[in-house]
């Protein structure tokens, strides 16, 4: 089976960093990816990481460890408007299967 | 390009009508996908599609469900006959060669 977990919820304050984990465990690992999703709205995508180490784009950094089935996200500087749902998704294989996690709703509180 | 489409954007039925939801995926992408989103159960993958051909349909939940591609710029997901339980938002994404997806808008279907 596939597992790919987060946490349920998290709150921060406006200003802060917050770090959102993910964990899997799958039968197969080519990419893991990060989405955005606010309510009511689409996944829209933010991250992608294949190898080891920290991607950095602007406010948000993701981060994978492949050996421990492990990675995060990483947001800076918060912004109310980052209030929303954070997927963590893994590509299984080449031929573009993916599966999510059941998502993290982050609330940003002033 | 104006991105994947899907209609109706809105749908509401009674309990053991047809629903059939509808998707005109981005220009150039070979891959289609179909996926169920509610509370319980996060964002799930119900079928997709490589070249208008359907690769892997294990996630569709039964026989009530079935979905076609009969070009590279449509494709329909049919409920029938539809239930209560099956009322979630369905989203169509597709993706070329890098396997990112790009999500429509999404279709909020409530069975009463």
């Known amino acids: 089976g596939q597992n790919i977990d987060q946490p349920t919820e998290m709150t921060a304050t406006e200003g802060a960093i917050v770090q959102i984990n993910c964990t899997y465990q799958t039968s197969g690992f080519n990419g893991l990816f990060w989405y955005q999703q606010h309510a009511g709205e689409a996944p829209t995508f933010l991250s992608y990481?294949?190898?080891?180490g920290l991607e950095e784009k602007g406010r948000f950094s993701s981060f994978l460890s492949r050996s421990k089935g492990y990675s995060y996200l990483l947001l800076k500087e918060l912004q109310m408007k980052d209030s929303a749902s954070y997927l963590c998704?893994?590509?299984?294989?080449?031929?573009?299967?993916?599966?999510f996690g059941a998502g993290t709703r982050l609330t940003v509180k002033p | 390009d104006a991105g994947v489409i899907q209609s109706p954007r809105h749908e509401v039925t009674e309990m053991g009508q047809e629903v059939t939801l509808r998707c005109k995926p981005i220009?150039?992408?070979?891959?289609l996908f179909w996926y169920r989103q509610t509370m319980m159960r996060g964002l799930e993958l119900l079928i997709y599609f490589n070249n208008n051909v359907p690769i892997d349909d294990s996630g569709m939940p039964e026989d009530r469900f079935s979905a076609k591609m009969p070009n590279a710029s449509f494709s329909t997901l049919k409920i029938q006959p539809s239930e209560p339980r099956d009322s979630a938002v369905y989203f169509c994404?597709?993706?070329?060669?890098?396997?990112?997806?790009?999500f429509g808008p999404g279709t909020r279907l409530t069975v009463l």
């Open positions: 990481n294949v190898l080891d």
């Open positions: 998704a893994v590509r299984l294989y080449n031929n573009n299967d993916m599966r």
């Open positions: 220009s150039g992408h070979d891959y």
């Open positions: 994404a597709s993706s070329g060669d890098w396997a990112l997806k790009f």
